[in-house]
């Protein structure tokens, strides 16, 4: 690394490194949480933030045709914990992505924060309704050009979701994408945040 000579992909199972297209540096890095002697700044992505990005670029490279994708710049920054772009009144929440897309005069700012989910409440959870704080946040800035969004990419599976918080509702699926609450488990999650985002 120090002699610039990472390649496109270092692996080595628990370390591993890679480019992403949208990403505004390069590389990124990935570490197995159970790899405690490895330090790195800025924080390593997890598995489901490395799967996030990989999905994300997966996408954009087969919809470059999509109508809303056309004629945009699309980029992707890793958030610093703790102290990069926080939104105090939800008790220091930090996401860990933000995307940033610009269509013409518009700018479409989307905070994205995959993470397990098992432990919060779907009615309650400040970070599972941040989709309505960050829409208070736009109507403040008073700019039809500025759109912002939020939400969160879940890495815990939807039944195991269901079975702890809500067993008999059948809807509680429909109710969490209301809240921009996202299961990556389901390959159209990422199709799902960019028509959300555009609807938006």
């Known amino acids: 690394m120090e002699k610039g000579e990472l390649g496109e992909v270092l692996d080595l199972g628990c370390f591993k490194s890679f480019y992403s297209q949208s990403h505004l540096y390069n590389p990124l890095l990935f570490k197995d949480g159970k790899q405690k002697n490895i330090k790195i700044t800025p924080i390593e992505l997890n598995d489901g933030e490395m799967k996030f990005v990989q999905d994300l670029e997966k996408y954009l490279a087969n919809n470059q045709s999509d109508d809303f994708l056309k004629n945009t710049e699309i980029f992707l920054l890793r958030n610093k914990s703790k102290s990069g772009v926080g939104f105090f009144e939800e008790g220091g929440f930090y996401p860990d992505f933000i995307l940033w897309i610009l269509k013409g005069d518009k700018q479409y700012?989307?905070?994205?924060?995959?993470?397990?989910?098992?432990?919060?409440?779907?009615?309650?959870?400040?970070?599972?309704?941040?989709?309505?704080?960050?829409?208070?946040?736009?109507?403040?800035?008073?700019?039809?050009?500025?759109?912002?969004?939020?939400?969160?990419?879940?890495?815990?599976?939807?039944?195991?979701?269901?079975?702890?918080?809500?067993?008999?509702?059948?809807?509680?699926?429909?109710?969490?994408?209301?809240?921009?609450?996202?299961f990556q488990e389901y390959q159209t999650y990422i199709e799902k945040m960019f028509c959300k985002i555009q609807d938006s």
């Open 109 to 182: 700012i989307t905070f994205i924060d995959p993470k397990g989910i098992l432990l919060l409440n779907p009615k309650t959870d400040s970070k599972i309704n941040f989709y309505q704080t960050i829409k208070k946040k736009e109507k403040k800035l008073n700019d039809k050009n500025i759109i912002l969004n939020s939400f969160i990419i879940s890495n815990t599976e939807f039944s195991k979701y269901k079975n702890k918080w809500d067993k008999n509702n059948d809807n509680l699926k429909d109710e969490l994408e209301d809240k921009n609450v996202l």
